[in-house]
């Protein structure tokens, strides 16, 4: 029996059909997400046609919605979400990075790991036992405690000016953030955990104090926590269902944050299932391209932010 | 031993033998009908279809998935009937590719259902009251307006929020063609339609959750079918109707609203029932409809059909109370008889 000799490539490696093969099955499932985003946005557009020819620009400018004599305007919504998500956002991420930080740098190994495991957990209850959470009890906590309290003590600031009912703005930003929340922890506590551990020894050799390590170590993670912001404020930004439940859906435009008010998403799944009329149908498409063409908006505004934070370098903690 | 290819054959013909006797078996059972449309009336809906198909073999299938998929469906043809609160307009109707008929099969109310701890008497409103509430000019529960409907009684010094439907629905169309025949103001600002756009107060989606809003705030007030606020023990409100008598929603009161309005339905019988003329009918009452093509192009699936509206009207309104549905009047059974003999059979017209 002869062996047969080794088959050693001679200048180049010849092109092997399955690696050929794998690459592009490969390539191709990555272009079909392009394909399916691109479909998305052509059937949107599309179907958001009609309302863009009719109203224009006005949609964005104006703040009627009445589908009987079909006016459109979509900017309560436009507000709403903006809002909601933003306070969301502001009421949530002091306590989550802090919270984050103690997970990662002061907790003891163990009590961290379970403590994140349990947040974790968290972002996995489904949101609409959220918005069950935030009208069966946040809002009798709401309305017998803390708004009486806040227009009593506040009440001059036209934010806290109105009824205490317990749902509204108030009720949606607090649901959004306990929802947000985990989101915000997980990742930030990854990426501090992922700083490299001589950064801090050198700035405690140095004479630093213990805070002033966490300073610099937060300064290094500070792409990544970015990067956890722009999921959580998307995330913020799509919520419907929980939003639904407790905001109110008034088309109502207050700066109190006790009043009810709306969000793009929650109309969208107020109004879909019954709008027969074609103009209706399709001012709801085009409020739903509105939080797409937003939501991109904002991620771009985001991705810039960390851009500009890391002086223009490709952080890998910035690809959260 | 079998060959690979002997075994091969015989499964593919196995397949197949099976296949052609269960299509068979399908083609000499029982006719099946399907249907789509408000979820308002699914509860009797679903016993009808129980009950006939244990009578007949007829197997009815009914999703249901709103008034507006319904009309969507039939105009599509996907289903052979459709179920809509909120009767078709005529330039619905006109969409349609054929004549469609409305059956309207039994009739709801939609209550004031409200939360007033400490309020033990029954509340007393007018359709001014009413109407006020809603477009926000009364903003308190002691409002003399309110004291004035309800002498005697103390009302609390809270603020009112008035809760409507968020999403679409045959309820609010009920609703708002009460408030736009009985409130010119109304009729101007804000019309009557399954969604509109409502001057104040918060919204709630689904029966459920305007019933929930009001169950869970004190001061709360909002319109709901009936069976719904009996369901959650809801305290409602009496009306005061067209005649100027203070009535109690009972399906009694719902199905007088429906006699009361008889000779406008026999015209035409998407005539709105709200605002009834009779002295003991519930002002916010509405009946909910089938709608059934004039010209059935099955013959079998429209003599199934046909057989089984007759049924509804006879057999089938006896189940109603049960459920709390009215039953409807004599009156309205003829009109609906009437329309069933238009109804044509592969081109013969239905008994």
């Known amino acids: ?320 | 031993m079998p060959t690979r290819t002997s075994i091969m054959r015989g499964t593919r013909a196995a397949i197949a033998l099976a296949l052609a006797l269960a299509t068979g078996a399908a083609t000499a059972s029982a006719q099946s009908l399907t249907g789509a449309g408000a979820t308002f009336p699914y509860p009797i809906y679903s016993k009808w279809f129980d009950s006939y198909r244990q009578k007949t073999g007829v197997e009815i299938n009914y999703q249901s998935i709103g008034s507006g998929g319904g009309i969507q469906q039939v105009k599509a043809g996907t289903v052979d009937f459709g179920a809509s609160d909120a009767a078709l307009s005529d330039v619905q109707l006109k969409d349609m590719p054929r004549r469609i008929v409305h059956i309207p099969t039994v009739a709801g109310a939609v209550v004031l259902a409200y939360n007033l701890p400490g309020f033990d008497a029954k509340l007393k409103l007018t359709p001014e009251l009413v109407t006020a509430i809603y477009l926000g000019k009364i903003t308190t529960w002691n409002d003399k307006r309110l004291a004035a409907a309800n002498p005697g009684a103390s009302m609390p010094a809270a603020p009112i929020l008035a809760v409507h439907r968020s999403d679409g629905s045959g309820t609010t169309n009920i609703f708002t063609t009460y408030l736009a025949r009985v409130s010119g103001e109304w009729k101007q600002l804000v019309g009557a339609a399954t969604s509109v756009s409502w001057p104040s107060g918060v919204g709630g989606k689904g029966n459920e959750g305007v019933a929930g809003l009001v169950r869970q705030t004190p001061g709360a007030i909002g319109y709901i079918e009936l069976a719904y606020a009996k369901q959650n023990q809801l305290p409602y409100a009496q009306l005061r109707n067209h005649a100027g008598n203070f009535v109690e929603p009972t399906l009694a009161s719902i199905t007088a609203a429906v006699a009361g309005a008889a000779p406008l339905l026999a015209k035409d019988v998407r005539s709105p029932i709200a605002d009834s003329p009779a002295a003991d009918a519930y002002p916010i009452s509405g009946l909910t409809f089938l709608l059934v093509y004039q010209e059935q192009k099955d013959p079998a699936k429209g003599k199934a059909l046909v057989e089984f509206l007759h049924w509804a009207m006879h057999d089938g309104q006896e189940m109603a109370a049960a459920l709390d549905y009215a039953r409807l009047p004599e009156a309205i059974v003829a009109v609906n008889e009437k329309t069933l003999a238009g109804v044509s059979v592969g081109g013969k017209a239905g008994k």
């Open chain 1, 1 to 320: 029996m002869t062996v047969a000799p080794l088959a050693l490539p001679a200048r180049r490696p010849r092109a092997v059909t399955a690696d050929v093969l794998y690459r592009e099955v490969l390539r191709a499932a990555a272009a079909c997400v392009l394909v399916v985003v691109a479909v998305i946005v052509y059937q949107t557009a599309r179907g958001a046609g009609p309302a863009l020819h009719t109203y224009g620009a006005r949609f964005l400018t104006g703040t009627e919605w009445d589908p009987v004599a079909e006016h459109f305007g979509a900017l309560p919504y436009v507000f709403g979400t903006l809002v909601s998500s933003l306070l969301a956002l502001a009421l949530a991420l002091p306590p989550c990075v802090g919270a984050a930080v103690y997970l990662s740098e002061l907790a003891a190994p163990r009590v961290g790991e379970a403590m994140a495991f349990l947040i974790e957990m968290l972002a996995a209850v489904p949101s609409i036992v959220y918005g069950l959470w935030g009208l069966f009890v946040l809002a009798p906590w709401l309305r017998a405690g803390i708004e009486p309290w806040l227009i009593a003590h506040l009440g001059f600031l036209p934010l806290f000016q109105g009824f205490p009912f317990g749902i509204g703005m108030l009720n949606a930003v607090i649901v959004l953030a306990v929802m947000i929340a985990p989101t915000i922890i997980s990742i930030s506590r990854e990426v501090l955990l992922a700083t490299p551990g001589a950064l801090r020894e050198a700035a405690l050799a140095l004479g630093a104090t213990r805070s002033e390590a966490l300073g610099v170590t937060l300064r290094v993670a500070r792409p990544g926590i970015l990067g956890a912001v722009i999921l959580a404020l998307g995330r913020a930004l799509g919520e419907t269902m929980a939003v639904t439940m407790v905001i109110g859906n008034s088309n109502a435009m207050s700066w109190s944050l006790l009043s009810p008010s709306a969000t793009m998403s929650s109309v969208i799944a107020n109004e879909f299932a019954e709008a027969t009329g074609k103009l209706h149908a399709s001012a709801l498409i085009e409020i739903a391209l509105v939080l797409f063409a937003l939501t991109v908006l904002v991620n771009a505004v985001a991705r810039l932010l960390v851009y500009w934070t890391t002086g223009g370098r490709r952080h890998d903690a910035a690809r959260a």
